[in-house]
């Protein structure tokens, strides 16, 4: 027989048949290596086991108690049962409750002991607990006493069965997980062991101990991963794409109506350069909101039209590509250049028409939203590929985008900027371009902080500003009217209407979420840049590159529910006119909290970059790591885990160990080969590791 391994079917493990498999399979486990890495979203500490007469209602713990009463079953209803029981301990009782629980019920006795976990209620003066996890005192152990491990369930698969299959597997398995951190790295950084770590991630002993593993996993993901982005990045070195021979771009620069900033001129020479090599370009321009990405990318099409090759700019809603299209086709066709538009939601003959043109390479530069990845849309030359808003768009679509010219130059751009570090991990194998400056003269936006107390007052002034001719955005953090947004949460369809009743009254206020059609949210949007609706309620749907100079403020309620980087990239809608703008973050979290320290620090500056620093400072990357492009491993861990300084280490290690034995021939690198090799697939790329 073969000897069961890490990549064993986990029907293999005792109580795991045909149909818990399946079950398995949908939470993405189908060997004894997944559940290993099927990491916990959370622990239940029931290591306390309390008096009963030292309870109170809401505590939630575990009691060391007798049955001191019989177990009474009533069915009350078809197919409802309840059975009841009193519970002793030296110190006092506690009614027991169970629900619908005849099975596990019929197991206890009276006179027996057991450890009962669960909160504690009062009912009637009485101190309570229904459907409470119990242990017979002499097996205990398993379920209660404990840090045990929460995780995300699938319906009929209950925490009991998947905390048993891990704890079994563990128990056979854990010795056998290879090591791939090397040992003078695992010793110098201080990382615990392989085994020991999967042991205490998913049964912590104690809370430190949880924390020492996760810093070992956290590091060996970050760790693993750095390397294997590092081959990915050599693998593409390989490929073959079109050079321009002349990548002068000064006559695009005359053509602006204003001086591109040095950050501009230096990125686009960086654009140039790449574009110079056969091998394409594969580039990320980060830069705030308003850095001015939209003139890098045009110089990036006029170099690629002055050689004979068709640009394709890809934008994620149709307001933005009208948008690009007017300002582009405005300044490129100055320069001989042919621009169009292509979305979804055009006449079926004007698509057929700009697809035609296209095709037969009589449009220079097309814009549009993912209606240009189509099937039928071809290019006669496609150079250089643009995408805008990167975060909107997947690998695969990206992918779909390049598969119509040979290998073409690939630039994209984010509007979120990050450390470096971070953008290395994110960002995979992209070369990285930051636009660190705004153009001159602009207006700061004023932030301003309000809490209930001056709520009414700040409405007031933003209809002020409504009645000088002005627009404003105000942002909420939910989409419906559901439960937690009773109380202070504003939601967005009815808050629109409130205020169009009262204090917007006589201004045309509409409201736009993420749940109205992609048309209807056009047509709103639409309306809103004409400057026909004074105001508009909004998700953070809004949050997306669009331009309306005459938008003075952007009002954000509950803004303390918003990540820094995601309240900046609001701000960033406003203040993009010659009047002054005001960003209003309404909030009501006491002046000491850590909530309000991150809205304190928006207040004090407008630079991107200070932003997500402090964002990362204050939250950890996990919401970072949340945008995260598609198409590169999925980080298990790391994720909702990481600090940046684990990462900052993982990645340099990684750099080290590249440097010094790049094809990791060192036998002492071997798992650390194989399991990069399992990641990327890189065997067949015909790279260093053959
Ligand atoms: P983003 O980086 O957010 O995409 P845009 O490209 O939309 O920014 O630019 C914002 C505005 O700034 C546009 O109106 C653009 O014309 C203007 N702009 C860009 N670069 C400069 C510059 N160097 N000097 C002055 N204005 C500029
Ligand atoms: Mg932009």
Redesign the pocket.
Known sequence: MIKPDLDTGIRYLKGVGEKRAELFLKLGISTVRDLLNYFPRDYEDRRAILSISGLKAGDKACVNAYISSNIKTRTPRRGFSVSEFRAVDESGGIDIVFFNQKYSVDKLRTGERYIFFGKVEERGGRLCMTNPTYEPEEESGQKTGKILPIYALTAGLSADVLRNAVRMALAEFSQSIPEVIPDEIRRRHKLAHVGYSYREIHFPSTYEELEIAKRRLVFEELFVLSLGLMHLRERRDKEVGTAVKDADFSPFLASLP????GA?LRVVSEIAKDMQSVRPMNRIVQ?D???????VAAAAAFIAHKNGLQSALMVPTEILAEQHFE?LSQQLEKLGMRCALLCGSMKASEKKKIKVLCKENEIDMLIGTHAIISEDVEFSKLGLMIVDEQHRFGVRQRAALASKGNNPHQLVMS?TPIPRSLALIMYGDLDISVIDEL??GRLPVDTLIVNDAKRADAYEFIKKQLDAGHQAYIVCPLIEDSEESEGELRSVEKFAEELSETVFAGKKTEFLHGKLKQKDKDAVMRRFVSGETSAIVSTTVIEV?V?VPNATVMAIENSERFGLSQLHQLR?RVG?GSAKSYCILFSNVSKSSAAAERLQALRKTGDGFKISEEDLRLRGPGDFFGTRQHGLPELKIASFMSDMRVLDIAKSEATRIAEEDRALKNPEYKQLRERIRAMFDVSESGNSFN
């Not at 909101?289 to 003139?295: E, F, H, L, P, R």
């Open positions: 204003f001086e591109m900033t501009q830069g909101v308003g850095s001015g990405k939209t003139a300002s509007a153009p001159p590159g331009n960033g993009r």
